[in-house]
């Protein structure tokens, strides 16, 4: 992703975090034309070097340890197994109790499938649904940088950052979302993202926090997420990567028994 707006102000993080969380958001952006050269160039080299972290791959997979708790404070704890092709595919499985699978998805560009195998349904969506279920504007691309780590919907429009201890945050104004970025100022790995609707009619809201980095494949992969998204409903959702593989063979098996009722 490149970005092409620079800094437009110096502000502290308190103060962009209290702008973020507030109706008027757009008060902290500030005309580009007074932004410092200097603070041009320090947010230029900021997004390099976040960018220099993006984790690039042909193929993806890992075990995923899922805590996940859902709009009527129903706690639940499964087993993922997700492989993507980039661009192309995601397939999951899904195991709950004794190891026993109990749904199957196929992610593509236009579709979304589901195999529910306690209730022995097939259920044949649009890529659309995936807006439905998380109340965010995801697409395939969107949800495999997700999986993989990669920062989301962080858009070429930075109005304001701050150096704060050990850590540096920059705000962007994209087309869905005012972005709160959040990252090590050593590494420039992510350790946060606060994501608030522009739409001052909604009260859509992202939280994701990055934890325990680790480096086996030559790149910063955080092995443990927390994600909580709100707006009529809240979903608080905890992935514990168990292991994770880059470029590796993958296949994404998914037939329908002919005994499974379609809906």
Not at 119 to 148: C, F, G, M, W
Not at 221 to 250: C, G, M, P, W
């Amino acid at each position: 992703m490149a970005i092409i707006g620079m800094l437009a102000a110096c502000r502290s993080t308190k103060n962009i975090q209290t702008a973020i969380n507030k109706k008027d958001t757009a008060a902290v952006v500030v005309a580009g034309a007074d932004a410092h050269r200097d603070s041009m160039q320090y947010i230029e080299t900021v997004v390099q070097q976040i960018q220099q972290n993006h984790i690039d791959y042909k193929t993806f997979s890992a075990k995923i340890n899922v805590d996940y708790r859902d709009a009527g404070n129903r706690n639940y704890n499964v087993n993922a197994f997700v492989r993507m092709y980039k661009d192309s595919a995601i397939w999951i499985s899904i195991n709950a109790i004794l190891g026993i699978e109990a749904m199957r998805a196929l992610i593509t560009t236009d579709s979304v499938k589901l195999l529910d195998k306690q209730n022995k349904e097939y259920i044949a969506r649009s890529i659309d649904y995936l807006q439905e279920v998380t109340e965010l504007p995801l697409n395939l691309s969107t949800l495999q940088d997700l999986l993989v780590g990669n920062p989301v919907f962080l858009d070429s429009n930075i109005v304001a950052y701050s150096k704060s201890g050990n850590t540096i945050s920059l705000l962007s104004v994209g087309q869905w979302f005012k972005h709160l970025i959040t990252v090590s100022e050593a590494d420039k790995t992510l350790l946060h993202s606060k994501l608030d609707d522009v739409d001052l009619s909604r009260n859509r809201t992202a939280d994701l926090t990055y934890t325990d980095y680790d480096r086996k494949q030559d790149v910063p992969f955080s092995t443990k997420r927390i994600i909580t998204i709100a707006e009529k409903n809240k979903l608080d959702i905890t992935l514990d990567f168990k292991q994770y593989d880059l470029n590796k063979e993958v296949s994404f098996p998914f037939s329908i028994p002919k005994n499974y009722k379609k809906r």
